[in-house]
């Protein structure tokens, strides 16, 4: 258990918040609860919490600020993704003062952008740079465009989600816990089966959410193909891990992992336009999810089914 003095007391709306310096399309960070019930369940408190897809790390942050867990694991492939981790957890002092002095302009937007684009970045600047123009455009994705317009005619200007001190208070924390962080850069395929064979196999939940199915090549850098969402569930079958995969609602992913428990939930989406979108969770064979353990957007237990039916829906949305 971490000590106390590592939680991170910052309060939004009223409450404690543990959440990630990044907003990403859909993140989960609003799941930590239900995996700290499910770490608890599970007798994994204080073990390792692993994510093949970090993105935002929204869930593995919270749950290693609250001591729910000893050590965390993240991986992205994605360059401008791997690159803020990197540099937040190498040199976060000076990640928090460029939150800090960066002033929040159409004109540094333009600056950040060429930064992003630029091949020779360093792993600073280009981790910056994606924490600067994540922060500042529409729903956060890479190559949009920044809230407010070009023009900053919008509701919302270019400074709505860039908070300084707040952001930088998260990222010094984030700092103060890298001795128990591990951070990878690797293909998620090989992730599961090069690097979690070296993780206790006892003491480990693995939570794998992959680019979405249906629109993913809208909203991240590398998406991934209908072969390839195939692939990395046949890399799942093999994982000997507890584990828990989560994915937009589509018949190809319930077919993918047919004979594996799963729930159905909702989350609100913002990625330009808001919505509640249809969720599916699948859970590996071992792992004890509890019958009173809720999702967002369920009323009961019924969602969580065995392959014995299928492809019946039962979440009420």
């Not at 690797?186 to 992730?191: M, P």
């Amino acid at each position: 258990m971490l000590a106390n003095d590592f939680i991170l007391n910052t309060r939004i709306s009223g409450r404690m918040s543990y959440s990630s310096p990044l907003r990403y399309p859909g993140g989960k960070g609003k799941l930590a609860g239900f995996f700290s019930q499910l770490i608890t369940a599970n007798g994994l408190e204080g073990g390792t919490y692993i994510e093949p897809f970090a993105g935002g790390a929204g869930v593995a942050m919270s749950l290693l600020a609250e001591g729910k867990v000893g050590n965390i694991v993240i991986n992205d492939i994605d360059r401008p993704i791997h690159a803020f981790w990197q540099a937040v957890l190498d040199r976060p002092e000076d990640m928090a003062r460029k939150i800090r002095e960066t002033a929040v302009t159409v004109e540094e937007w333009r600056k950040q952008k060429k930064i992003q684009r630029a091949p020779d970045a360093n792993v600073f600047d280009l981790g910056f740079s994606t924490f600067f123009l994540n922060r500042t455009n529409r729903s956060g994705v890479l190559d949009g465009g920044p809230i407010g317009g070009l023009e900053q005619k919008g509701t919302y200007k270019i400074d709505a989600r860039y908070n300084p001190e707040r952001l930088a208070g998260i990222v010094e924390h984030i700092g103060s816990l890298s001795e128990h962080i591990q951070l990878y850069g690797t293909d998620a395929e090989d992730f599961i089966r090069k690097v979690l064979p070296d993780q206790d196999r006892d003491s480990t939940l693995v939570y794998l959410d992959p680019p979405y199915y249906q629109k993913g090549a809208y909203l991240y850098m590398n998406y991934y193909s209908h072969w390839d969402h195939l692939r990395l569930s046949e890399a799942v079958d093999e994982c000997a891990h507890h584990w828990v995969v989560s994915y937009d609602d589509d018949p190809a992913i319930r077919d993918f992992y047919r004979p594996y428990r799963r729930r159905e939930f909702c989350l609100d989406y913002s990625a330009y336009e808001r919505r509640k979108g249809r969720e599916i969770m699948f859970f590996s064979d071992e792992l004890e999810v509890p019958d009173d353990l809720l999702l967002p957007g369920q009323r009961d237990n019924l969602s969580l089914l065995e392959d014995t039916r299928p492809f019946v829906q039962t979440t009420l949305i």
